[in-house]
């Protein structure tokens, strides 16, 4: 993402003991700056996870939107208003059933939505909440069905408009690319 401090990019760190915490780094007069962990999460885990972060920026705010599993699975938000220097205590977006693979996009009105995949009755579900800055969340909104193979792929969210679109991989005999639009209220 490109706040009005540069480029800030997020990724899922990883330390010797085989700690995966997301970390952020600042491209400043042309060098990346050293790491800043968003949260120490503390998971440990012994593989390679697929699901990484997300982040977008507008002015100096960073919001980032993680899954992570150190005791059940989660997702979680944090902001930073110093461009990613510091960040704030994450906010918990949904735990227990959730599979990840999340997305995130900051408002006008300083809320980000936040996007992920969660188990349900008949496979996936594709699901958006906002939350404001002070951890307040709004309605939960279930987006689509989809499905968990990893083939499935990431859903994507961007600004559209007076809305979100949204897009993912629908697996099949004929695989194929939806779309859904939600109006911002």
């Not at 960040?87 to 900051?106: K, M, S």
């Not at 009755?121 to 594709?126: D, N």
């Not at 307040?136 to 792929?153: D, H, M, Y």
Request: glycine fraction near 10%; proline fraction near 8%; charge should be neutral.
């Amino acid at each position: 993402a490109v706040t009005d401090d540069g480029p800030v990019l997020v990724y899922r760190d990883r330390n010797p003991d085989e700690v995966r915490d997301i970390a952020l780094t600042r491209l400043q007069a042309g060098e990346w700056s050293a790491p800043v962990h968003v949260n120490a999460d503390g998971w440990k885990i012994d593989a390679c996870p697929v699901n990484g972060p997300a982040v977008d920026a507008r002015g100096t705010t960073v919001a980032v939107a993680w899954f992570t599993a150190p005791d059940l699975p989660r997702i979680r938000l944090a902001f930073s208003d110093d461009a990613g220097r510091s960040f704030g205590p994450p906010l918990e977006v949904a735990h227990g059933n959730v599979i990840g693979r999340v997305d995130v996009v900051r408002l006008d009105d300083g809320r980000a939505v936040v996007s992920w995949l969660q188990s349900g009755r008949t496979g996936a579900e594709l699901r958006a909440q906002p939350f404001s800055r002070d951890g307040k969340p709004g309605p939960a909104v279930l987006v689509a069905a989809t499905s968990v193979q990893r083939s499935s792929g990431f859903p994507q969210m961007v600004r559209a408009g007076d809305g979100l679109l949204f897009a993912w991989t629908e697996n099949g005999s004929t695989p194929a690319v939806r779309t859904a639009f939600a109006p911002l209220r």
